[in-house]
């Protein structure tokens, strides 16, 4: 690995350590860390546990009798797991992370259901039409797991559009897609929110009954936003609610 490639490794806790290439918003980047969790995935070390992906760094959890079963009685279980990890970063050079899935999720812009499209509008000087047009012109990339199951970070979104989040949170409804700074996200259930809304999706993004996986976006994914007339995601969401 080169120099400005390299990451930092350290001890987080007594059971986990952070990979960090640094603290911005890149998909360069947070294609290595997808790459990294996927490597460790597909090949978990003796006392893996779980990874968790963020922007630009990797949480790796581990289980410290399961590595200290499998490391010298002398080496500490840190030093142990951060030699695997930079075994499996000199095999994971590329900044591929595997196929990404696209995913085309249909929002409703429709102002009936209450968003801040006005806002937006004001603050930003475009027309709301023109909101929505670059909010659906692009795919997303997923960077990395929210703050509530099932919530996600995506970016970027285009420049004339990235409004700084609220300074004040507000209660968002399931559903809600919103936009702070060049990120995008949908929130999945009732939760305070400081995303300004753009729209809602009949989509549900968690459920917790699922018996494998309950997220319907993972980091890596690729996300189309497609915007559909109230009647269509009133008819969508009823669907939904009739599978589960």
């Not at 080169?2 to 007594?14: H, S």
């Not at 009685?73 to 142990?80: F, L, Q, R, T």
């Not at 050079?93 to 006005?118: R, W």
């Not at 409004?163 to 004040?168: G, S």
Request: proline share 6%; with cysteine.
């Amino acid at each position: 690995m080169n120099e400005a490639t390299t990451p930092v490794i350290k001890p987080l806790g007594d059971a986990a350590l952070l990979i960090s290439w640094g603290n911005e918003i890149s998909r360069e980047l947070n294609e290595k860390v997808i790459a990294l969790a996927k490597a460790l995935r597909d090949k978990p070390f003796a006392g893996f546990v779980d990874c968790v992906p963020a922007y630009s760094s990797l949480t790796v959890l581990y289980d410290l009798y399961g590595v200290h079963k499998s490391a010298l009685a002398n080496v500490p279980a840190y030093e142990w797991v951060k030699d695997r990890v930079e075994q499996i970063l000199q095999n994971t050079l590329t900044t591929e992370a595997g196929e990404s899935v696209l995913i085309e999720v249909p929002v409703c812009y429709d102002e009936l259901l209450g968003n801040d499209l006005t806002i937006i509008s004001d603050a930003m000087q475009i027309a709301k039409e023109e909101i929505i047009a670059l909010h659906t012109s692009r795919t997303y990339h997923v960077y990395m797991p929210g703050f509530i199951p099932g919530f996600v970070y995506m970016g970027e979104v285009d420049r004339r559009i990235a409004i700084p989040r609220k300074q004040n949170p507000v209660q968002v409804k399931p559903g809600a897609v919103g936009i702070a700074g060049i990120q995008t996200g949908i929130y999945p259930s009732v939760s305070p929110g400081g995303w300004y809304i753009v729209g809602y999706t009949p989509y549900l993004l968690f459920d917790g009954s699922a018996t494998d996986d309950p997220c319907l976006l993972h980091a890596g994914d690729t996300v189309q936003f497609v915007s559909v007339c109230i009647d269509d995601y009133y008819k969508m969401k009823k669907e939904m609610q009739h599978e589960h």
